[in-house]
């Protein structure tokens, strides 16, 4: 079972940025397995934003975030982050980290292990 702990969310002015990280904790090691980031605002159904493959040499992002939002990973750190530019009030929500089962989907179905969660405020 796959522990994860999203952090680094927070109120930012639009046009701003974020860093958020994921980190697997205790003996959980995720170098091996493709991980995404989805997010989900008030309302509205849990949506796909990002995913890498296990070695960070590939990522897949949804067209609303593409240009502005970086997906990486540090396998050494069991680590994966996101990084947020020129965010807009449309992009806030709480953000998700989670494995992904089936690298190149964007189906919720294909990611398990969520995160709590982090929230990300965008003030307009």
């Known amino acids: 079972q796959v522990q994860l702990v999203e952090s680094g969310g927070g109120l930012v002015q639009a046009g701003g940025s974020l860093r958020l990280s994921c980190a697997a904790s205790?003996?959980?090691?995720?170098?091996?397995?493709?991980m995404g980031w989805f997010r989900q605002a008030p309302g509205k159904e849990r949506e796909f934003v990002a995913s890498?493959?296990?070695?960070?040499?590939?990522?897949d992002y949804a067209d609303s975030v593409k240009g502005r939002f970086t997906i990486s990973r540090d396998n050494a750190k069991n680590t994966v982050y996101l990084q947020m530019n020129s965010l807009k009030p449309e992009d806030m929500a709480v953000y998700y980290c989670?494995?992904?089962?089936?690298?190149?989907?964007?189906?919720?179905?294909?990611?398990?292990?969520w995160g709590q969660g982090t929230q990300v405020t965008v003030s307009s």
């Open positions: 989670a494995v992904n089962r089936r690298y190149g989907s964007s189906r919720r179905n294909d990611f398990d292990n």
């Open positions: 890498i493959n296990w070695s960070g040499g590939s990522t």
């Open positions: 205790g003996r959980t090691f995720i170098s091996s397995y493709a």
